[in-house]
Every structure is written in C-alpha cells, then in structure tokens.
C-alpha cells in the first residue's frame, strides 16, 4: 500500500505545483459607460469621430484612453458637449443596464451656467463677473444638489452592480499667473471660486450616493491657465475648444485619475 500512497502524494504534490505556475485567471472585463458632458467627451483635444456631431466625442477624452487600454468587454461612449443633467437623464443614461459594471460621468458645470459665467467674465467688468459667478455659486449650492441626486439615483437604478465614479473639474487659472494679458486677476479668482463651489457639492452628492469622486483641482494644479504647462485652452478657435481640457489634460488630468480608481 505505501508505493501507492506514495504515488498518490506525488501525484497531488505535482498538481499544485501546475496550479502555482498558471497565471492567476485574468479578472472579468468591463462593462463601460461613459456619461457625462464635454469634460468627458473630449471637447478640446482638437479631433472628434465622425459620427459624433455636435457632442464633440473623440480618442482623445479620457474615456476612450482608458478603453484603449484596459479592451472592456463592452465600452459606450455617450458623454456630450453641452449635457446637463436633463441631457444626461433624457438623452444618455439609456446606455447603462444591469450588466454594467463601470460607470463615469462629469456633470453639473453647464447646469449652473459655466458658459454664460466666462462670457461675462470676458466682456463684462471685474463687478460684473463677480456678481455673474455668485449667481452661479447661489444655483450650485441650492439647486443644483437635487438635480445631481436625480441623475445619481436613475444611474444606479439601471446599473445596480456598476462601481460608479464622477469626476469633477479643475480650477481655471493659476493666481497669480504668468499671464501678462487676458482676464484680470480678480476675474479669475472668481471663476476659480466657482469651481470649489462645484467641487463641494458634486463631491458631496456623490458621496452621498456612496459614489467614488475623483478631485481634478489637484491633478490640474501647477497646470491651469497662465502657469507654466497648461493643461487647459484659453480663448481658442473654435470657440467651443476655449476652457476645456487640451490632450494633456484629458490624458494626465482625467484619465490618470480614472486609472487611479480602476488600475
């Protein structure tokens, strides 16, 4: 009997020493949906698919970096330029099911009128900026918080099992900058203020949500607009590419922090 007991521990002693070998099994793919406005599409980066449109979705944005890279079982792309959260709610959150497993989205600036804030700040006096970008402060803090519960409970409504993660914006300028010419600095303080303000709520309602946040004030710090490495488009041509993320952005800003979350 021992020649077979002893066969037999070899035997077993020889599988586990093949099982120890073999790689460990590569984890499931993902599922991904990108939602979100034109800080996730892309807007910026100076080149867009075809078929986008006027969303202004392309290779650059973060989302479809990380799709390049981590070959998701599934990746839908429906972020677009412009999108509040109606937009979102009505016209891209249809894209997520009970087999998505990874959600992204940004949104919440163009609900609280970051277009009109920097159109003003331009053309407008340093009073009547600031008074534009306190309006703005006044409909993220008391308004813009149910709107954001909407959109975060409807994503999880549709995606139970989804690891959801929003992303915030970065702060406009570096103060004082380099800039010798442009916007005053009190003009930009101001516009900067407005996104902190954003960065409280959007962070507080996804937490809220048990939601993973990702701050971009930081990532984008040394890196804004009139420093010495911008990551930003100031007053750009198009004009809809001005104060949004260039290709640096979106690939050092957005996606590095997307990547921090993920792997």
């Known amino acids: 009997m021992r020649p077979i007991r002893t066969l037999a521990t070899l035997v077993a002693a020889a599988a586990v020493a093949v099982l120890t070998a073999l790689p460990a099994q590569a984890a499931a793919a993902e599922n991904y949906v990108a939602l979100g406005d034109s800080y996730s599409a892309g807007t910026g980066t100076g080149s867009y698919y075809g078929d986008s449109g006027s969303c202004k979705r392309g290779q650059y944005a973060y989302p479809a970096l990380w799709a390049a890279t981590h070959a998701p079982a599934s990746f839908k792309f429906v972020a677009c330029s412009g999108a509040k959260t109606s937009d979102v709610l009505n016209n891209q959150i249809g894209a997520l099911s009970a087999t998505t497993s990874l959600v992204t989205v940004s949104v919440g600036g163009n609900d609280a009128g970051f277009v009109d804030v920097i159109t003003t700040c331009t053309l407008g006096s340093d009073a009547t900026c600031v008074n534009r970008v306190n309006q703005a ?13 909407n959109v975060y409970a409807q994503i999880r409504n549709r995606a139970p099992s989804a690891r959801v993660v929003v992303l915030g914006y970065p702060r406009m300028y570096q103060v004082p900058g380099s800039c010798s010419v442009g916007l005053s600095d009190t003009k930009r303080a101001a516009i900067n203020s407005a996104a902190d303000t954003l960065h409280t709520v959007v962070s507080g309602r996804a937490a809220a949500r048990s939601f993973t946040y990702r701050d971009l004030r930081g990532s984008f710090s040394g890196h804004e607009i009139c420093s010495s490495a911008w990551w930003l488009n100031s ?26 979350v993920t792997g």
Not at 241 to 260: F, I, K, T, V, W
Request: negative net charge.
């Open 235 to 260: 007053l750009s041509w198009p004009v809809e590419e001005s104060y949004h993320p260039n290709r640096d952005g979106q690939r050092l800003g957005y996606l590095a922090q997307l990547n921090a």
């Open 137 to 149: 402060k006044n409909y993220t803090n008391n308004t813009l918080p149910g709107l954001l519960d």
